[in-house]
């Protein structure tokens, strides 16, 4: 055990502001936010809480350490218990080690949605303040050093991954009355500061302590001149402020990283159904035709996405004993691979063949056996977004000219891959149906 300890004391040249040491944490804790910021509509309610909780139990760990670091000094060479009650974790950044697993563990309440508010922008700030400016948590002593870089860098990243999942139970509201919570602790401090420093304790907790504040004279200057209970408001006015200003630039970045993937979708011609508007065309399809009660029933949908037309077809075909084969389309590996997933989660019976390819080449070179249904919501895309092949391949072989959107390619080839009594249902824009552009395509569908 002393080895042990005599291991936690060693020493390392003192890490400088934006140094080696502090850009390892800086960047990993910023790419850690990105990427959760990036993958949000992937993460599911129960992974989230996964994650959380483990994040949670690292903060445990290195505070533990931490604990018996500073219960066991070394004095003389000799490693003896005396333990320094001004270490307890007594911070707004030990909060975390609270308030983690109710978000963890609670159901969704009210009480929660709180505790969301809380750390996701009170205790983040608080996280994300020591990842940009360490100050004084900076020292010769290398287990000090990577504990407290360590806990801050977790705590950023935990509290950023509630406030990006959770992002609508942000609200100004449940900011104000996580101000009160704020100041409930921070009174708590101001009294357990008062209680150390009578019993010969010089303490800072939540670094609101009356007595040796800070090593920067300035700032104990201040301390020494300004009346005390002035500056404890003055610290709960403050960090409500800053948790507000938080709130707003979690805002905003969640608006610009939406309008950026609308951009990036709208480019790509992705636009998710509505669900209610899938069942509405699953149920006109059905009503124009007899369903088989036995044998093979095949189903097409060539720009699968999430599955949210296909769902609810396949919903209603597998109640019949029949067999039933769906070819997806996706040139999206990654969204075609969790669809699959999906499917097969919850239709196990079906036969699923996937294609990760584009469907405008596959249609018009195909030449197998037919599908009985198509359903599509096909992307939405100006030719003049497309590949410079899929453009000349549009205007050699399909005689389409003007404005022409990648759907109509996709209308005028579904005949390719449909049985001739199969039946079609199609999510599309009503533009051709009166201009100029759609003629050649409304004189095709007419016959």
């Keep these: 055990m002393d080895d042990f300890i005599k291991a936690l004391n ?10 080696w040491f502090h850009c390892i944490f800086f960047f990993f804790t910023l790419i850690a936010i990105l990427l959760f910021l990036v993958f ?6 129960k992974n989230v809480r996964i994650i959380i909780f483990v994040l949670w139990f690292i903060l445990i760990a ?3 350490l931490k604990q018996i670091y500073l219960a066991n000094p070394i004095i003389d060479g000799v490693v003896t218990f005396k333990y320094d009650f001004a270490g307890i974790p007594y911070q707004v ?3 975390p080690l609270l308030f983690l697993p109710f978000i963890v563990f609670l159901k969704d309440s009210k009480f929660r949605d709180v505790l969301i508010n809380f750390c996701g922008t009170f205790l983040f700030l608080a996280g994300i303040a020591v990842i940009f400016y360490p100050g004084d948590c900076f020292s010769e002593n290398i287990f000090l050093n990577f504990s407290g870089m360590i806990h801050h860098s977790v705590q950023a990243i935990s509290c950023s991954l509630i406030a990006i999942y959770y992002y609508d139970k ?3 509201k449940k900011i104000t009355i996580c101000g009160f919570i704020m100041a409930f602790f921070v009174i708590l401090a101001v009294i357990f500061n008062q209680i150390a420093y009578d019993n010969g304790i010089i303490s800072n907790y939540f670094m609101i302590g009356k007595y040796g504040h800070s090593k920067n004279p300035i700032i104990q200057s201040v301390f020494d001149s300004v009346p005390y209970w002035f500056i404890v408001i003055i610290f709960i006015v403050l960090f409500y402020l800053l948790a507000i200003m938080t709130f707003s630039l979690e805002k905003l970045t969640h608006l610009a990283y939406e309008k950026i993937s609308k951009n990036i979708e709208k480019k790509n011609g992705i636009i998710y159904t509505p669900d209610e508007l899938g069942k509405f065309i699953v149920e006109h399809m059905l009503s124009q035709k007899q369903l088989p009660s036995q044998g093979k029933i095949s189903i097409i949908e060539p720009s699968v996405g999430q599955g949210d037309l296909l769902i609810p077809l396949l919903s209603k075909l597998c109640i019949n004993n029949i067999t039933i084969v769906v070819d997806i389309f996706d040139t999206d590996k990654e969204a075609l691979e969790l ?5 097969k989660k919850l239709f196990g019976n ?3 063949i996937p294609h990760c390819e584009d469907f405008v080449t596959y249609a018009y070179n195909f030449d197998g056996e037919k599908a009985d249904f198509l359903i599509a919501n096909p992307p939405y895309v100006r030719l003049n977004y497309l590949d410079k092949n899929i453009v000349d391949f549009a205007n050699e072989n399909l005689q389409l000219n003007g404005k022409v959107d990648l759907y109509h390619l996709f209308l005028l080839l579904f005949k390719n891959v449909v049985k001739t009594n199969g039946i079609i249902g199609a999510v599309t824009s009503n533009k051709y149906l009166y201009n100029k552009t759609g003629l050649n395509l409304r004189n095709y569908l007419e016959k």
């Design 10 to 19: 060693s020493t390392m040249p003192m890490p400088t502001f934006f140094g």
């Design 170 to 172: 942000l609200t100004i």
């Design 40 to 45: 949000r509509k992937k993460l599911k309610d």
């Design 62 to 64: 290195m505070e533990s």
């Design 350 to 352: 079906i036969k699923i």
């Design 339 to 343: 669809c699959v997933q999906k499917l």
């Design 93 to 95: 950044c030990g909060l």
